[in-house]
């Protein structure tokens, strides 16, 4: 990595008048944000489709991209849909709003069935041609999410027996059933893929590479572990055996129980490592860099018997990430990626880390209580790390500031040498100061906003992933201060 600097910023936080961001206008003025202030770097979270609670990291697909975030302006520019179409589209700007997308979702249905049934349209071939080239994954998606809705969105393990197990005939029969509906689902994979894409290259051609996020775990109800079940840790009924999550530890006496199904590596490895291949093929067209979420699970993973409630029952399970990684970098030699290494790290995932070259991530908001040796304070940065002054996970940094004692307060001015710290600006400056190759700010950071910005609490479900930028709260003087900032750091191209 060269020494740069870039902000985090889901597009579902974009601000516009539809219930949630997009892929449209309000995504170029953010790109414009982002070179005028002297960023390089635009970091998302996944782009997958969300269920319930909204969460990226919860999505029906490890493949298939979200369409709530489908600009629908641009669909009236293509004549999918008319002017008239939008009435009652439109929203107060705010949080992510359900009832927006339920409009929206309903929008889309009409778009699709307006350009399926235009079958004179030049699109058509372009159509045709992104079905074919993404087959391998947007058939069985589409298939999925038309029988999903078909039950109205229950899970998959509650299918009839037939459809679980995926038998071929059943498979075909409701094929057959729900073929109008299956490319209701393939209109708007192509519809995503090819707004995401002009927006991708419209940010690369200003500077500006995107860095994406890879989960190491998937959703049980998607259509990745429904449609490949020798994949994961299941019975024969399809349910999984052995979950994810994290042991007992400071923060919690019963440990994190997750409840995504664990891989089964040994068929991973006799497939030579296909269906992972081909995830980072696909990620890596719709992004620059690529982080993964949970890297210490290539090392171990902590697996909890499936029945347990907590997680205080689990072990931890060895998976060959030496050997997964050898065969991802013959595949793609300048593997661009960062190694999310948070939390209980061993000297063995550092050293898988390290073996493979690359960076790790540091958090400030973790560096200042436990003394001068704190691997997050910046004087024991080397190069090969991104600085992040809190990531989504975290609450924002002046939240965070305004949550600490007076104790708690102390060593954050002793290593600030502040007694009336200016935060979260302070923090931005020893971020960006520091001698990590990649810093990266939170957008709420930059904007000074407390703990009513948080983005996601982890261990909860209601509130979370809903915040919104508003219009008109990056502004040129914002951007400037950054700028000059960077440029002090030697963060500027």
Known sequence: MQRSSGILLHPTALPGPYGIGSLGI???????????????????????????GHSPYNALSAFAGNPLLIDVEQLVRVGDLSAGDLHGCRFAEGRVDDQALARRSLILVQAGRRFLQNASSPRQHEFRTFCQEHAAWLEDYALFMAIRDHFNQASWSSWPEELRCRQPEALAKWRDQLAAEMDLQRYQQFIFFQQWLELKEYANSSGIRILGDIPIFVAYDSADVWSRQELFQLDEAGRPLAVAGVPPDYFSETGQRWGNPLYDWPTLEEQDFAWWLDRFRHNLLCTDLVRIDHFRGFEACWSIPAGAETAVKGHWETVPGARFFTRLQQEFPDLPVIAE???????????????????????????????????????????????????????????????????????????????RPDIPWDLIEMAEMSLADLCILPCQDILSLGAEARFNTPGTVDGNWTWRLATGDLTSTLAQRLRHLCEQTDRVA
Do not use: C
């Open 341 to 419: 290494d948070l939390g209980d790290i061993t000297p063995e995932v550092e050293k898988l880390r390290r073996d493979f070259g690359f960076p790790g991530m540091k958090i400030l908001q973790f560096a200042f209580d436990s003394g001068p040796d704190n691997p997050y304070l910046p004087k024991n940065y080397e190069p090969d790390f991104v600085v992040y002054t809190g990531t989504h996970d975290n609450n924002t940094t002046l939240g965070w500031w305004q949550s600490l004692t007076r104790a708690e307060r102390r060593p954050v001015m002793a290593a600030l040498g502040k007694t």
């Open 26 to 52: 309000d995504a170029v003025r953010f790109v414009h944000f982002l070179a005028e202030a002297g960023q390089q770097v635009w970091q998302i979270l996944p782009l997958g489709p969300t269920g319930y």
